[in-house]
């Protein structure tokens, strides 16, 4: 007992040294960015005798993404010979977080769908093109959008693409506008309130924020879970998962480890398990994990694809076939080795691509690491409207600190705060419309 005092005390001196470290080396990139940017300045080509921009093409604009747009915009001179484009199929920043919640709770799913745009300001218009599409392919010196087809040199790639989910919510969208995504999550809200036993299949972090979240705002209704390990939150420590599992239970969850669904028959409003349980359901929702989204590089590089799906990548997070020095891969769909990979480790990942893009464009040779940490897979756990655990672990002392919740909406405003927008504004929301898949404009940064 005592020896797991001393270790929790060394974690958490640990952390707190690590934070303030990760502070002073964040500064210190900003400075030297900032430093060899005003240097840049002086050697970029005059008006006089232009040449034609070069392409940073960002395939991909969530944390990591647009992370990464943000700061080579920002770092390279108003005369620079390189562009930033960034393609992203959404209208919106898709605030993936908060999505087990608004699935449950009503009136603030409009909240999960910020604003592209202000998150880039101070950076000059003219050095940003944003599309938003799909790319349906890669090659080494282009890509090619779905809706346009048009063509798109580059002299840098970042593929920043995360990933996906088949069933799309609580744990993805799965539509690229916000009012297709806010009625999505109104229609997963009506089938939740007027369920009397609904299934939760899926024992990971969205699952059990569904499940609680359920079981808490209607006490009433028979919310089962389903899940396929033999203890919920498996990729993390037991201390987690014993508090998750005793925040279900204390809500009157009934929790099946070990089990698998096998079937469902609507009609009786039955699903069968592989144990050969049957259990009572009228809604079944599927909470399962996503797959990284790699698919765009199975004909360009199919040998840096792993058998998980994941893209290989070097330490500087340049992929890993030497045939391709320009292109970087970063975020979900990186294999990085990350533990728990998440919008810190993602946008850690960003900062590190676009600085050593930087340097090449400087002359120099990308020299920042990448090296997963153990305090970036920290997670904030809602256990039900009101309870929450946050859980620090380096894979041997754990840190479990439970809290209190009193915002429903999960304290977001911050995150739209963070992107450069007040919260919750949003010109096009309600009465306007997104602009249609297949748009290129110039943001208002």
């Given at each position: ?152 040199p580059y002299a840098f790639l970042i593929i920043a693409t995360g990933s996906g989910a088949e069933d799309s919510l609580p744990s993805r969208v799965g539509a690229p506008g916000k009012p297709e995504g806010v009625e999505r999550c109104r229609k997963m809200q009506m089938r ?81 398990l592989k144990s050969g349980k049957v259990l009572e359901c009228d809604a079944v929702i599927h909470c399962t994990g996503q797959k990284p989204s790699s698919q765009l590089l199975s004909d360009l590089a199919p040998g840096s694809i792993s058998e998980s799906g994941h893209i290989r990548v070097k330490p500087t997070l340049q992929i890993a076939d030497d045939s391709l ?121």
């Amino acid at each position: 007992m005592v020896f797991k005092k001393i270790a929790k005390s060394i974690l958490f001196a640990k952390i707190v040294i690590y934070s303030v470290q990760l502070y002073f080396d964040v500064l210190t990139q900003s400075i030297a960015a900032s430093v060899h940017g005003r240097r840049a300045k002086s050697r970029v080509t005059s008006p006089e005798s232009p040449k034609e921009l070069q392409n940073i093409v960002v395939i991909g604009a969530s944390f990591s993404g647009y992370h990464a747009a943000k700061l080579l915009t920002n770092s390279l001179p108003p005369n620079s010979p390189y562009q930033v484009v960034v393609v992203e199929p959404n209208s919106h920043f898709q605030f993936t977080w908060v999505l087990p919640r608004f699935c449950v709770v009503e009136g603030h799913e409009h909240k999960a769908f910020i604003p592209y745009g202000p998150y880039l300001k101070p950076a000059p218009k003219s050095m940003v093109r944003w599309i938003q599409d799909r790319v349906v392919s890669v090659s080494k010196e282009s890509i090619r959008l779905q809706s346009s087809t048009e063509e798109i040199p580059y002299a840098f790639l970042i593929i920043a693409t995360g990933s996906g989910a088949e069933d799309s919510l609580p744990s993805r969208v799965g539509a690229p506008g916000k009012p297709e995504g806010v009625e999505r999550c109104r229609k997963m809200q009506m089938r939740i309130k007027e369920s009397k036993r609904p299934l939760i299949v899926g024992g990971g972090a969205a699952g059990v924020e569904l499940a609680t979240d359920a079981k808490s705002l209607y006490p009433e209704k028979h919310v089962a879970l389903v899940h396929s390990r033999p203890t919920v939150m498996q990729r993390f420590g037991s201390e987690l998962q014993a508090a998750a599992l005793e925040g279900l239970e204390r809500l009157g969850v009934e929790v099946h480890l070990s089990e698998r669904m096998v079937s469902e028959d609507v009609e009786s409003g039955t699903v069968l398990l592989k144990s050969g349980k049957v259990l009572e359901c009228d809604a079944v929702i599927h909470c399962t994990g996503q797959k990284p989204s790699s698919q765009l590089l199975s004909d360009l590089a199919p040998g840096s694809i792993s058998e998980s799906g994941h893209i290989r990548v070097k330490p500087t997070l340049q992929i890993a076939d030497d045939s391709l020095p320009n292109v970087y891969i970063i975020g979900d769909v990186a294999d990085t080795g990350t533990r728990n990979p998440n919008a810190r480790s993602a946008m850690r990942q960003g900062q590190i691509a676009a600085d050593n893009i930087t340097r090449v464009t400087w002359g120099k040779k990308p020299s920042h690491h990448y090296k997963p940490w153990w305090g970036e897979a920290v997670i904030k756990l809602t256990l039900g409207l009101e309870n929450s655990v946050t859980h620090f672990g380096d894979g041997k002392t754990e840190l479990v600190f439970p809290g209190k919740e009193t915002d429903p909406a999960l304290m977001c405003d911050g995150t739209w705060r963070h992107m450069g927008v007040t919260p919750f504004e949003d010109s096009s929301w309600p009465q306007g419309e997104s602009e249609g898949v297949g748009s290129s404009a110039k943001l208002e940064v």
